[in-house]
C-alpha cells in the first residue's frame, strides 16, 4: 500500500530560525515528489517538485532534498518568517499519476 | 491569470439532503481533479477529467457522489443524499499537460449534520 509519512506532526519555532520537516514514503515505482505549502483556509500551493534523478531543489528559503534509495525526502527552512506558519504536505506520485498525500506538518513560526 | 476557484466556500446541510459543489478550473487547463480531505486525514484523490471525459474516477466512495464536466470547462460534484461521514474539506486542481504541476483551489468546506 502506497504511504506518505511525515514528522513531526506540529513544530513551533522562533522567527529567524531554521527547520526542517521530513517525509518517507512507500510508494513505489516512484515518478516525483512534491512538498506544498498549505495557509489556513486555502489550496495547497506547490513548493517544490522533485523527480528520481534529482536530490535537490530550492525556492527561495526553501530547500528540498530527495533520497530515493531510502525512500526519505526533507523540506528545510531557512530563517523562517511569521509568514510561513502554515501546513507543509509532502506528495508523492508513483506508476499512476494518482497522488498520496501524507498528513502534513503543521508550523509555528513565533514572533 | 485567475487561479482555480471552488464555490461554496462553505456549506452546512443535513443528513440526507443534496449539495453541489462547483470548480473553475484555470482558462486552457484540460486537467480536472476533485480530491477530499476528511478531518485528521490526508487529502485524497476522488477523480480525474480530461476536458469532459472521466479519466479516473476510482477514488469516488460511492455512487452517491456523481461528477460531471459539460463542455470540458467548470466541474461539479453533486452528494446524494449525503451522510455524516461526507463532510471534509473538497478541494479542485487542475493542470495543463504535465498532470503533476496541479493547481489547488481554496476548498469547499461541508458539513453534514
Known amino acids: 500500500k502506497n504511504q506518505v509519512e511525515q514528522s513531526p506532526q506540529s513544530l513551533i519555532i522562533l522567527e529567524g530560525k531554521n527547520c526542517t520537516l521530513q517525509?518517507?514514503?512507500?510508494?513505489?515505482?516512484?515518478?516525483?515528489l512534491r512538498w506544498y505549502k498549505q495557509d489556513t483556509g486555502r489550496g495547497p500551493v506547490s513548493l517544490t517538485i522533485?523527480?528520481?534523478?534529482?536530490n535537490t531543489k530550492s525556492n527561495g528559503r526553501y530547500t528540498a532534498t530527495l533520497d530515493a534509495d531510502t525512500k526519505q525526502s526533507s523540506l528545510h527552512i531557512t530563517a523562517s518568517q511569521l509568514s510561513d506558519s502554515a501546513s507543509y504536505i509532502c506528495v508523492v506520485s508513483g506508476g499512476s499519476y494518482i497522488p498520496t498525500f501524507g498528513r502534513g506538518t503543521s508550523l509555528i513560526v513565533h514572533p | 491569470e485567475a487561479g482555480v476557484t471552488q464555490f461554496p466556500s462553505h456549506s452546512v446541510i443535513e443528513k440526507g439532503q443534496t449539495v453541489t459543489l462547483r470548480c473553475d478550473p484555470i482558462s486552457g487547463h484540460d486537467n480536472l481533479y476533485w480530491y477530499r480531505r476528511v478531518m485528521g486525514k490526508e487529502i485524497k484523490f476522488l477523480l480525474h477529467f480530461v476536458k469532459e471525459s472521466k479519466q479516473d474516477e476510482s477514488g469516488m466512495p460511492n455512487n452517491r457522489f456523481l461528477a460531471e464536466r459539460t463542455g470540458g470547462t467548470y466541474s461539479t460534484l453533486k452528494v446524494q443524499p449525503a451522510e455524516l461521514e461526507d463532510s471534509g474539506v473538497y478541494f479542485c486542481?487542475?493542470?495543463?499537460?504535465?498532470?503533476?504541476?496541479?493547481?489547488f483551489g481554496p476548498g469547499t468546506r461541508l458539513t453534514v449534520t
Open positions: 517525509c518517507n514514503y512507500t510508494v513505489s515505482p516512484f515518478s516525483n
Open positions: 486542481a487542475s493542470s495543463q499537460a504535465r498532470v503533476w504541476e496541479q493547481y
Open positions: 522533485m523527480t528520481f534523478s534529482e
